[in-house]
Antibody
Framework: QVQVVQSGAEVKKPGASVRVSCRTSGYTFTTYGIAWVRQAPGQGPEWVGW????????KYAQKLLGRVTMTTDTSTSTVYMELRSLRSDDTAVYYC???????????????WGQGTLVTVSS | QSVLTQPPSASATPGQRVTISCSGS????????VYWYQQLPGTAPKLLIY???QRPSGVPDRFSGSKSGTAASLAISGLRSEDEADYYCAAWDGSLSLWMFGGGTKLTVL
């Protein structure tokens, strides 16, 4: 059974950095990529980026380029997302979610973690 | 600021059928698959429909998806009180190279 468990809530001041972890289990870690999606209060989800757990390749949302970094730790089947120079509009629930892929190789976001609330406030 | 446009709300009575629309463009819905997610209050989104019209195992056949051109829709038949939730469409946008989500539709079961 696929499990995706994230680290706990964080409160940060503007300008600080935050690192959220996403620990997976129940499958071969390097088989599926991990996406990060955030959801500000009362808003729809916003894609943050994606990392290949196979080779570490990353894709980031243009608006976050330069502030976000995703990394993997294969030994613990864990993915990390670091967001730097935090601003108040970064306040959101951050979700990690494992790819699911069809037999045709079409992959999409599925198997979401429980979410991590990141609050940016002075 | 969502590129995928959904009506903010929808409502129907138990047993009825409701349809939620999602409008996009040639770079997202027009050229890529559409996905639908259900989000209950305080929980993570749950995949309802993948690749336009496929249901993951465990999703009742009351839920169905369709796509035509640059628009997609989610239909829920035999509406039940537990279907009251927020529903989001999503599609990959090839021009922006990112996953786009709709702004969400809050479904109320009257």
């Amino acid at each position: 059974q696929v499990q995706v468990v994230q680290s706990g809530a964080e409160v940060k001041k503007p300008g600080a950095s935050v690192r959220v972890s996403c620990r997976t289990s129940g499958y071969t870690f390097t088989t599926y990529g991990i996406a990060w999606v955030r959801q500000a209060p009362g808003q729809g989800p916003e894609w943050v980026g994606w990392i290949s757990t196979y080779n570490g390749d990353t894709k980031y949302a243009q608006k976050l380029l330069g502030r976000v970094t995703m990394t993997t730790d294969t030994s613990t089947s864990t993915v990390y997302m670091e967001l730097r120079s935090l601003r108040s509009d970064d306040t959101a629930v951050y979700y990690c979610a494992r790819d699911s892929c069809t037999s045709d190789g079409v992959c999409y976001i599925d198997n979401w973690g429980q979410g991590t609330l990141v609050t940016v406030s002075s | 600021q969502s590129v995928l446009t959904q009506p903010p709300s929808a409502s129907a009575t138990p047993g009825q059928r409701v349809t939620i629309s999602c409008s996009g463009s040639s770079s997202n819905i027009g050229s890529n698959y559409v996905y639908w997610y259900q989000q209950l209050p305080g929980t993570a989104p749950k995949l309802l429909i993948y690749t336009n019209n496929q249901r993951p195992s465990g999703v009742p056949d009351r839920f169905s998806g369709s796509k035509s051109g640059t628009a997609a829709s989610l239909a829920i038949s035999g509406l039940r009180s537990e279907d009251e939730a927020d529903y989001y469409c999503a599609a990959w946008d090839g021009s922006l190279s990112l996953w786009m989500f709709g702004g969400g539709t809050k479904l109320t079961v009257l």
